[in-house]
């Protein structure tokens, strides 16, 4: 009797299993080909930091991160000194630190702790919010399927980048950079039309941005050093001016 309940148990948990793998993968595709347009622009900037098509699609599928790559191959280009390259990853995605907390708070309690840490690292931005938005507690192959699809189309469009960054004609190739600029646009318009803060931030770091690769002492710097420096700081002061309001507090 006992082991005709285990067997059903284990029927019933596979079969949960493999439908939460249909579903991350089903919402994972509008991502994943979303994830290879911009990953293709991306490849170009790869292509002229050196990079060749398998290191690209590797180093795509670990990262996973449009900005942070971006600025980890911008600094390829130059030959920065691994440490700018190692501070840029950790300022650039600091964010998912804060995802993963939240997203912990969706896993159901006796989740094995690997789960926990392999979830984290499929974290990214859209991936995040589908698996937050999950109903009820989001099971680890819910999120793993959804990483997984958009991931593989992630890296394949950055190793494609490359390639067609290495055929193209330069013009072309110099027309297809634009594109992760208009990305970049793309992602902080929204943002600084809802809130006058951000708008604020965001001219305030154009404008030191263009004052500091000019200033004296300053202009030395690396890029890569300048970018952190303007980061942090910007950030902070902005955090300390006008921080965010934690949504129990109410009106206080």
């Not at 009820?136 to 958009?150: E, K, R, V």
């Not at 013009?171 to 970049?184: D, E």
Request: glycine fraction near 8%; include cysteine.
């Amino acid at each position: 009797m006992t082991d005709g309940i285990e067997k059903n148990v284990e029927k019933t948990t596979t079969k949960n299993v493999k439908s939460e793998v249909v579903s991350g993968l089903r919402d994972g595709i509008p991502i994943a080909l979303g994830y290879f347009a911009v990953a293709f622009s991306l490849g170009i900037i790869a292509k002229k930091a050196g990079l060749t098509a398998p290191l690209g699609f590797v180093s795509s599928f670990f990262t996973r991160a449009s900005a942070g790559e971006y600025g980890v191959y911008t600094l390829v280009a130059i030959n920065a000194a691994y440490i700018e390259v190692v501070a840029m990853s950790l300022v650039a995605n600091l964010r998912y630190m804060l995802m993963s907390a939240a997203l912990s708070q969706k896993i159901a309690p006796g989740t094995p702790w690997y789960h926990r840490m392999l979830m984290a690292c499929c974290v990214t931005d859209e991936v995040f919010g589908i698996s937050v938005n999950h109903k009820g507690y989001t099971p680890p192959a819910y999120t793993y399927s959804a990483a997984l699809i958009s991931t593989l189309c992630w890296a394949s469009g950055c190793a494609v980048g490359i390639i067609a960054g290495g055929l193209l004609p330069y013009a072309i190739v110099s027309a297809l950079s634009v594109a992760l600029y208009g990305m970049f646009i793309a992602i902080i318009m929204p943002p600084s039309r809802a809130d006058h803060n951000v708008l604020y931030s965001v001219a305030v770091s154009f404008v030191l941005s263009g004052l500091c690769a000019i200033a004296p002492f300053v202009s030395e710097w690396s890029t890569g050093i300048r970018t952190i420096v303007l980061t942090i700081l910007i950030s902070a002061v902005a955090a300390w001016l006008k921080p965010v309001k934690d949504i129990n507090d109410g009106d206080a």
